[in-house]
Every structure is written in structure tokens, then in C-alpha cells.
């Protein structure tokens, strides 16, 4: 099985529907992230959380929430999806520690909102 | 200006090829350096990663980060059809809060080796 797994893979859905991505790892990390990737812009960062309790905003956070249900898994919602939100979406963890931050990426879940 | 700026390619090159990818930046304080390959369908996986300047060399893979032309460049030697998929650097300052140590990502160039 994959250190960091999501689902869905892929969804089409409408806009203005609620849509739930989720992830859970097996890494036994703390760090847990939401990354969303766009042709020619890379990955922007969308929240972010250091441990259960520990919730932060990234770059680009707006029309987006995110829960961090026990250490291993940490969902994305869309609670009105738009058109502009249709893109791949990355879940990553990584180690508590001061070094260089190694993220562990899962395999994407691919979002398109008509 | 993006902090991060990246040569989107697509690069092309015959198998055997020395390739040579490249960012540039423009925030001082960063001070890690990652290299990401990404494959089709797939999530982005650490490559490399060096601290400061220097170089690092992982056998096909050499990393060099020039601090001073705020310059990071990855060669590849005897280039592989493997080789071929979309490479991000990125990086991030020294650990002084969990903010400064999130990655700044470049947009990743999209390498091609023909066989």
C-alpha cells in the first residue's frame, strides 16, 4: 500500500456542490499538507497542519477548509465548488524536525468542476 | 515577480544526453534546496536535496546551488528514457517557524528522453 493514499482519484462534479477530497498516511508523520498543482503555476500550498490540534492557512486558502481527523488523515473540502477550482490536488506529510522539509506526496486527486 | 522561476521546457533530448534543468530565485534567506521528479499521473518524489551552496552528486544526479547568483541548476548524465518526466525544484529558509520552512516550488520543467 502507498505511504499516502487519496481518494478520490479523480471526480467531475458541478459547481456549487460540496466536494470531499481525503487522505490518510501510513508514514506516522505529525506534518500533514494540501498542495493544489496548475499548468505553469506549480504547486501552491492551501493549508497546512502540524498535529490534530494545529490547523494553518496556506498560500491560497480561500473556497477551501480542511479537517484533521486523528494524525493519519486530513480531508479538503470544497463547500461551493467553481469552475476555477478544477485542478490536481496533492496531499504530502512530512517529519517534525529543523532539518530540510522532505515532503512524502500522495498520487493526486484530480478535481474538475463544470 | 514569482519567487521561484522555472524554465517550463518542454526539454527534449536524445538517450545519453547530459541534461541541465535550472531555477532561479529571488528570496536570500532560503536555504534548502529540493529537486522533485514527478511522473504522468503521479505525485512529485524527492530527488535530491542540499543545504547552502555547493554541490551534491547522487550517481547520474549532480545538484549545485550558487548562493551568491541565487542560481540552482540539476544535471543528468547518460540520460535515460526513465529520466523522462516533469522536474520541480524548491525550496525554503532555515527552520525558524513551521512558516519559514514551507516549500516555495517552481513550476517544473517537462523533460522528454528519446530513445
Redesign the interface.
Do not use: D, H
Given at each position: 500500500d502507498a505511504d499516502v493514499t487519496q481518494t478520490p482519484r479523480n471526480r467531475i462534479t458541478k459547481t456549487g456542490k460540496r466536494i470531499m477530497l481525503e487522505c490518510s498516511q501510513t508514514k506516522g508523520h505529525d506534518r500533514m499538507y494540501w498542495y493544489r498543482q496548475d499548468p505553469g503555476l506549480g504547486l501552491r500550498l492551501i493549508y497546512y497542519s502540524f498535529d490534530v490540534k494545529d490547523i494553518n492557512k496556506g498560500e491560497i486558502s480561500d473556497g477551501y477548509s480542511v479537517s484533521r481527523q486523528a494524525q493519519a488523515k486530513f480531508s479538503l473540502s470544497l463547500e461551493s465548488a467553481i469552475p476555477n477550482q478544477t485542478a490536481l490536488y496533492f496531499c504530502a506529510t512530512s517529519e517534525q524536525g529543523s532539518g530540510a522539509n522532505v515532503l512524502t506526496f500522495g498520487a493526486g486527486s484530480r478535481l474538475t468542476v463544470l | 515577480q514569482k519567487e521561484?522561476e522555472?524554465d517550463?521546457g518542454p526539454l527534449s533530448v536524445p538517450e545519453g544526453a547530459i541534461v541541465s534543468l535550472n531555477c532561479t530565485y529571488s528570496n536570500s534567506a532560503f536555504q534548502?534546496f529540493?529537486w522533485?521528479r514527478q511522473y504522468s499521473?503521479?505525485?512529485?518524489?524527492?530527488l535530491m536535496?542540499t543545504?547552502s551552496s555547493g554541490n551534491k552528486e547522487d550517481g547520474r544526479f549532480t545538484a549545485q546551488v550558487d548562493k551568491s547568483s541565487k542560481y540552482i541548476s540539476l544535471f543528468i548524465r547518460d540520460s535515460q528514457p526513465s529520466d523522462s518526466a516533469t522536474y520541480?525544484c524548491?525550496m525554503?529558509a532555515h527552520?525558524t517557524s513551521?512558516?519559514a520552512?514551507?516549500?516555495t516550488?517552481?513550476?517544473?520543467t517537462q523533460l522528454t528522453v528519446l530513445p
Open positions: - | 521561484v522555472q517550463p534548502y529540493m522533485y499521473r503521479k505525485g512529485p518524489e524527492l536535496y543545504y520541480l524548491a525554503s527552520w513551521g512558516s520552512r514551507q516549500l516550488f517552481g513550476s517544473g
